[in-house]
C-alpha cells in the first residue's frame, strides 16, 4: 500500500489522532506544499495518523508550525443496520436519521469520521441494539475507508 503523507499542526501530530479530510483550503493553492498536504488525501474521508515525521514547516491553516506525518485511512465505529452488517461487505455508509443528541448512540449512529455515502468495508462486528426511536435492529461494526474496490 502507497503511504500516504500530510501535514497537521503540532497539536494533532500525534500517533493514533484521527481527523475528517474536508479538502483542501483555498489558501493552500499557492503553498509550496500544497501536493503533499492534499494530493493523496480523498475528501470526507478520516485519517489517523501512524507515524510522526521531524519535518516541521510553517503553515497558514494552522496559524503556525505544521508538522509532517504519516496517516491512514482510519477504521471508525458505526450502527449499520443489520442485514448490511457482515464482516468483509462493502457498503456506503448511511447515518441513521437522528436528532436526539442526548442518545447514548448518537455517536454511533451519526459518527463525525464518516460522511453519507462512505465507502467502507465492515471489518468487525460489535454490540446489536435496537434504535429507541425508530425501532431499527442496528449493529455496531468497525468500518475502514480503506477500500480498494468501491461497492
Not at 521531524?54 to 491512514?72: I, M, P, Y
Not at 457498503?91 to 448512540?105: A, D, G, T, V, Y
Request: with cysteine; charged share 25%; proline share 6%.
Amino acid at each position: 500500500m502507497k503511504k500516504i503523507f500530510t501535514f497537521l499542526s503540532l497539536n494533532n501530530a500525534k500517533e493514533g489522532y484521527t481527523f475528517l479530510y474536508e479538502g483542501k483550503p483555498k489558501v493552500c493553492e499557492d503553498c509550496e506544499y500544497v501536493k503533499v498536504c492534499h494530493e493523496n488525501l480523498t475528501p470526507h474521508t478520516a485519517y489517523t495518523v501512524a507515524s510522526v515525521k521531524e519535518k516541521q514547516v510553517s503553515c497558514q491553516v494552522f496559524e503556525g508550525d505544521a508538522r509532517l506525518v504519516e496517516v491512514q485511512p482510519a477504521e471508525v465505529e458505526g450502527a449499520v443496520e443489520v442485514h448490511l452488517a457482515i464482516p468483509g461487505a462493502l457498503i456506503r455508509f448511511n447515518p441513521q436519521p437522528c436528532s436526539r443528541l442526548h442518545c447514548e448512540k448518537f455517536n454511533l449512529c451519526v459518527p463525525n469520521a464518516l460522511v453519507e455515502g462512505a465507502a467502507c468495508r465492515v471489518m468487525e462486528l460489535r454490540e446489536r441494539f435496537v434504535c429507541p426511536r425508530t425501532g431499527v435492529q442496528l449493529q455496531v461494526s468497525l468500518l475502514s475507508q480503506r477500500v480498494e474496490e468501491e461497492p
